[in-house]
């Protein structure tokens, strides 16, 4: 098996694993009676716990490498991600999202240091395509999230079945992952700056946070306003979020492409303002179709904000050795999680004192940032380009 289909199966994997649960939040909250303004305080522990992953996973893959790192992360999130079904209150359903969110932001920092592995090798942009596996992974988990509530499946008996197929899917790809340990001279030639004292990695980071917001409030939210605010089932309303994957998959696979015609400014200024429009639409009009295709501009809008971030933060880190950038990945992947630690209990505060349609107008809003983050982001860049030149 090639490293790069290795590395997009566990793309995909994070995706499924973030697919199959987040569609199930209405049935997880009524099975632990929980209020949206509660439920957004219990979604805090996955947040904490991908702030707690994210950066120790940068320093475990700098020394033990990535394949080692994607092996535990993915075995601590596969197993969290059944207790998140069994949970019988709100208290422990905290608990096991906090253990579901290290893995999960874990195995997210250790596969985007694999991908940019790839980028190295190959010489290619391949992380817009990488993180099409993550949408692909999280359509399919949502797309089975669905059809489990139409039947009634529980929680933990879909939970369970998706963590079993995360472990098998693992097992089959796990030897072709890049990222043996590195060598111990590689610490010598790494870069002296901290990425805390770099202004571009600062600027790359509100970009993905920006990102992370929008996109955390689409899987957590997009199903409970479709039922509280659009009047649809659960099976239906889980279907929100498979169109927000599918279009943010679609439009990831044409990524590269994007951005050597139009340049990656554009394509994120560009994208920022059709994921604003996206979710306006489905927050403010009344039919239901509106806001499914809503949240399909959103995705489709999003699509280039995170990989193109995570790549050029991997890039400022390099090494002459070909290796590195490990601490600015999960600096960046740190701060953008920070988004998820903010997100659930801003949208479900805004919902509850006034209504799902406000919050998610308050997520477009986020989404436009970032295009001035971006345009700041390349002029930083710059400005530390020529620096180190001079």
């Known amino acids: 098996m090639r490293d790069r289909t290795a590395v997009f199966a566990v793309f995909a994997l994070n995706g499924a694993a973030l ?62 991600l059944a207790l998140v079904g069994f949970s019988p209150s709100v208290v422990l359903l905290a608990g096991a999202l906090f253990v579901l969110g290290a893995g999960v932001g874990a195995l997210d920092v250790a596969m985007n240091i694999a991908g940019v592995a790839v980028e190295r090798r190959t010489g290619k942009a391949v992380m817009p395509t990488l993180h099409a596996g993550f949408s692909f992974g999280a359509l399919a988990g949502s797309l089975l999230a669905g059809l489990a509530a139409g039947h009634d499946w529980s929680p933990a008996r879909h939970l369970s079945v998706a963590a079993i197929g995360a472990l098998i899917v693992l097992a089959v790809v796990l030897k072709a992952v890049p990222g043996d340990r590195p060598p111990r001279e590689a610490k010598a030639t790494a870069p ?56 943010m998959a679609l439009a990831r696979l044409g990524g590269a492409w994007s951005q050597e015609r139009f340049g990656a400014t554009r394509s994120l200024a560009a994208g920022a303002g059709v994921a604003a429009l996206g979710l306006v639409c489905a927050a403010v009009f009344t039919p239901a179709a509106f806001a499914y295709v809503g949240f399909a501009l959103a995705g489709a809008g999003l699509a280039a904000a995170f990989p193109l971030a995570l790549s050029l933060a991997g890039s400022a880190g390099k090494r002459a050795d070909g290796g ?12 953008a999680y920070s988004g998820f630690l903010a997100g659930p209990p801003l949208i479900g505060g805004i919902a509850q004192a006034t209504s799902f349609r406000v919050s998610f107008v308050v997520v477009a809003l986020i989404a436009a940032l970032i295009v001035p983050a971006a345009l700041a982001a390349v002029r930083a860049r710059r400005h530390e380009e020529v620096t180190a030149s001079a």
């Open 324 to 335: 590195g950038g490990e601490r600015e990945l999960a600096f960046v992947s740190t701060v």
């Open 192 to 247: 002296v700056r901290a990425p805390i004292r770099r202004p571009a990695l600062w600027l790359l980071a509100t970009i993905a946070l920006c990102s992370a917001i929008a996109e955390g409030a689409s899987s957590d939210w997009s199903a409970l306003l479709m039922v509280t605010a659009h009047g649809v089932g659960q099976g239906a309303a889980a279907l929100a979020y498979s169109g927000f994957s599918l279009a």
């Open 19 to 80: 697919g199959s649960w987040a569609p199930r939040t209405p049935a997880i909250a009524a099975h632990v009676h929980a209020r949206p303004g509660v439920f957004g305080l219990a979604l805090l522990g996955a947040s904490v716990g991908m702030l707690c992953g994210a950066p120790l996973s940068g320093r475990l893959t700098e020394r033990y490498g990535a394949r080692a790192a994607v092996a535990g992360s993915t075995l601590v999130a596969a197993g969290a």
